[in-house]
């Protein structure tokens, strides 16, 4: 039984292997690629518009709410990667319902790379909020003693955005192997509709914790590069 996508190789030379993670990331990007393009070649300001149209404004307009909870007043300047993470793992794990098909966020490898992708774009929205001085100033905050215990918190929910994600679907994906070999034909049609929710509300999770960790770094930030107002009797 192969637990990760990772142990099927296409082809491999020297340290250079194409796996079922690779294909399937790959293959995923081209269709959102498209599937993009597609789209919005389109647009209309009227107000008859194609259904294709009214989805995607209304799967737009959701993220921008969502930010906006979180406290990001600016949605327009955060969705595009956001929201390019929920759609990939969304999608990513919506694709179980086509056979033989593995998922890329089964991979450790994949979930990595994406938890490395927010580890870096907190600092740069916080930077370009702030500055850089601004921005490495919140790394002391309460007091300078603080700063390797910031350091290990960046650290450690980057290693916990990566390990929850591949935990969670890995695991639905060797229960259902599991339940296909004691029941070939039940519990794998329930698990499948049941892990379609769960990849849901996982892309959910995921892209909602890089918003919060992204508006703690512009917050934050701001609140140190704010100059102090001088009040005058």
């Given at each position: 039984?192969?637990?990760?996508?990772?142990?099927?190789?296409?082809?491999?030379?020297?340290?250079?292997?194409?796996?079922?993670?690779?294909?399937?990331?790959?293959?995923?990007?081209?269709?959102?690629?498209?599937?993009?393009?597609?789209?919005?070649?389109?647009?209309?300001?009227d107000i008859?518009?194609?259904?294709?149209?009214?989805?995607?404004?209304?799967?737009?307009?959701?993220?921008?709410?969502?930010?906006?909870?979180?406290?990001?007043?600016?949605?327009?300047?955060y969705?595009g990667?956001?929201?390019?993470?929920?759609?990939?793992?969304?999608?990513?794990?919506?694709?179980?319902?086509?056979?033989?098909?593995?998922?890329?966020?089964?991979?450790?490898?994949?979930t990595?790379?994406?938890?490395?992708?927010?580890?870096?774009?907190?600092?740069?929205?916080?930077?370009?909020?702030?500055?850089l001085?601004?921005?490495?100033?919140?790394?002391?905050?309460?007091?300078?003693?603080?700063?390797?215990?910031?350091?290990?918190s960046?650290?450690?929910?980057?290693?916990?955005?990566?390990?929850?994600?591949f935990?969670?679907?890995?695991?639905g994906?060797?229960?259902?192997?599991?339940?296909?070999?004691?029941?070939?034909?039940?519990?794998?049609?329930?698990?499948?509709?049941?892990?379609?929710?769960?990849?849901?509300?996982?892309?959910?999770?995921?892209?909602?914790?890089?918003?919060?960790?992204?508006?703690?770094?512009?917050h934050?930030?701001?609140?140190?590069?704010?100059?102090?107002?001088?009040?005058?009797?």
């Amino acid at each position: 039984m192969k637990l990760s996508p990772d142990q099927t190789i296409f082809w491999q030379h020297g340290f250079i292997t194409i796996n079922l993670t690779l294909v399937t990331t790959w293959a995923l990007m081209l269709v959102l690629i498209i599937g993009a393009r597609l789209l919005t070649r389109k647009l209309k300001t009227d107000i008859h518009i194609s259904r294709w149209q009214c989805i995607l404004e209304m799967i737009v307009t959701g993220i921008n709410d969502q930010i906006k909870e979180v406290g990001l007043s600016n949605p327009e300047k955060y969705i595009g990667f956001i929201g390019t993470l929920f759609l990939f793992i969304g999608i990513a794990n919506l694709c179980i319902i086509f056979p033989g098909y593995t998922p890329p966020t089964a991979s450790l490898s994949t979930t990595t790379a994406l938890a490395l992708c927010v580890f870096m774009a907190v600092p740069f929205f916080g930077v370009s909020k702030s500055g850089l001085k601004g921005y490495l100033k919140s790394y002391l905050q309460p007091t300078f003693i603080m700063l390797p215990f910031n350091l290990i918190s960046e650290i450690s929910r980057t290693l916990a955005l990566a390990v929850r994600l591949f935990g969670n679907i890995m695991s639905g994906g060797l229960i259902v192997a599991i339940l296909l070999s004691v029941s070939p034909f039940i519990f794998p049609v329930i698990m499948n509709a049941l892990g379609l929710l769960t990849g849901t509300v996982q892309a959910y999770i995921f892209g909602i914790l890089a918003t919060v960790y992204i508006t703690a770094a512009v917050h934050d930030s701001k609140k140190i590069s704010k100059p102090k107002s001088v009040t005058t009797k």
